[in-house]
Each structure stands twice: as C-alpha cells, then as structure tokens.
C-alpha cells in the first residue's frame, strides 16, 4: 500500500463560491508544514482567503506558501512554536494586520506511541501544550476579531479522529486530545449564539507524514511487520481499504467553514470509512 504524501492539485480542491471567501478575509492554519496542515492551507488560498499559515518547521511552511502561490492563492508564513504563548500572541496580532481573521484551523498534531504506565510525562505535557491549549489559547485571541468582522461571524476548524470517538491501545494522550477538540468545538459553539461557529472534521488514517511515521512505533509495541500494522490495525474496521489524501481532509475544513455549512455548530464530520460506526 503507498502512504506517500500525494501532491496537490488544483483540481482535487474544492473551491466554493461564498461572498466571505475573499481577500480582506484571514484565514489562519496551523500545522501547515506538512500533511493535513499543508493541504489546508492550500486549499484555503485557492478559495482566495488571505491565509495565514502557522508552523514551527520554517522550511517546510515557506514551501507550503510557495505552493499555495504558484496555484493563484494569497497566503503568508509566520514561523510559529505553539508551545510559546507569545508566538501565538504574535502570529494572531500579525494575521489581524492582514485583513479580518474570520477563520481558524487547528491542525497541528504530534504522535507518541506507548501504554499509560510507560507514558513520559514531559511528552504528555508537550502534547496537551501542543494540541490542546494552543488551539483554545488561539480561539480566545481569534474570537474577538470575528465579533468585531462587518457580519459578526467567523468559524473555528478543528482536526479530530476517529480517536475522538473511540480509543485505541498506546495512544492514550492522542486520545486524550482528540476528545478534548471536540469538547472545545461544542464549549466555543455553545457560547457563539450562532454566529461564531466551530466543529471538528474526524478522520480515519490519512497518508501523512504523522501516520508514516507511526508505523514502526506500531509495529513494535504489538510485535508485528509494518505491513501488518497497515492492513490489521489501521485499515482493519475501514470499509474502504485505502487511507484518505491531505487535500480530501481540507475539503471538509472548506465546506465547514462556507456558507453551506451554517447549521455545522459543535457538530463533527465524521469522513473514516466506517471505522467507528460499522464494525
């Protein structure tokens, strides 16, 4: 099975028209070095969306903007480390300078493959700082600029999994957060009467870097081939034996955030072939 990171093509995106995808409006998207991240950061620019991408990893982010600029779309790089609250600060009041944020996407995840009694502590810490608190620290800032917007409105993003419905063996913090992402998209959308609206897009295993990287962890904590770790542990409940690309993943963050998707408030977009709800 190839789980090589695809390539993006114009022509896989989904572009929508909507009055609020123009220029004057920001978009910003964290994680956009790689994977998910990267794919969404396109594809936000493509649907001509000022975006702002977020990454700690400079070299990656600024071959992300290249990309989205060679396919017609505006976005900037702001070299971001979202354990540090004045980054984020920064990289908001940045973003503000270049139009009105009215979008947000919460995509920047790592992954640590072990059992709750043999979790490091200071990778549990890293990760709810990475995963959890960064993308409630960054609603907080972004929420104000959205109240303040011509129309009042705006609309968080947030990246889930199929791990935030049901939980697996030796990914007890991944777990963790994707539960708490869907606990913060209701928290923002209780309180957003409407108009501030925020959701979580909940995927299987999508061909990233983050997925290709686990395999040998897998692999090595249930004492099986890297092969079998595809095929029995990751696809196994999956309808559809074939991962999701990047760019499938931001189309759902797109159509969250157009003006189809008004009554998406707390809800989650459940695209995993089936894993949680056919086995």
Do not use: W
């Amino acid at each position: 099975m190839d789980i090589r990171e695809p390539k993006i093509k114009r022509g896989e995106i989904l572009v929508l028209e909507d009055p609020s995808f123009n220029g004057d409006n920001v978009c910003i998207v964290t994680g956009c070095g790689t994977g998910i991240g990267r794919a969404t950061a396109v594809a936000a620019a493509v649907n001509n969306l000022m975006t702002v991408g977020l990454d700690v990893n400079e070299k990656e982010g600024r071959k992300t903007q290249k990309m989205a600029r060679d396919l017609g779309g505006q976005m900037v790089f702001i070299k971001t480390d979202l354990t540090v609250d004045a980054d984020i600060e920064r990289a908001v009041a940045d973003a503000a300078k270049l139009g009105s944020v009215k979008y947000l996407v919460n995509i920047a995840g790592v992954q640590h493959i072990d059992s709750v009694e043999n979790f490091p502590m200071e990778k549990y810490d890293f990760m709810l700082r990475l995963m959890l608190r960064a993308p409630f620290y960054l609603s907080k800032l972004t929420i104000p600029h959205m109240k303040k917007s011509k129309d009042g409105k705006g609309a968080i993003g947030n990246m889930c999994s199929v791990h935030g419905h049901m939980c697996t063996k030796f990914k007890p913090v991944y777990n963790i957060t994707k539960f708490g992402l869907r606990a913060l998209s209701q928290s923002i959308s209780a309180e957003g009467e409407g108009r501030v609206r925020a959701f979580t897009v909940s995927t299987g295993f999508v061909r990233t870097p983050l997925t290709l990287n686990q395999i040998p962890a897998q692999a090595e904590q249930r004492g099986i081939t890297p092969e079998d770790v595809i095929r029995d542990v990751m696809m196994e409940r999956s309808r559809i034996k074939e991962m999701m690309t990047p760019v499938e993943v931001a189309n759902l963050f797109v159509y969250g955030f157009s003006r189809y998707a008004k009554y998406l408030i707390g809800g989650d977009l459940l695209f995993d072939g089936g894993m949680v709800l056919t086995y």
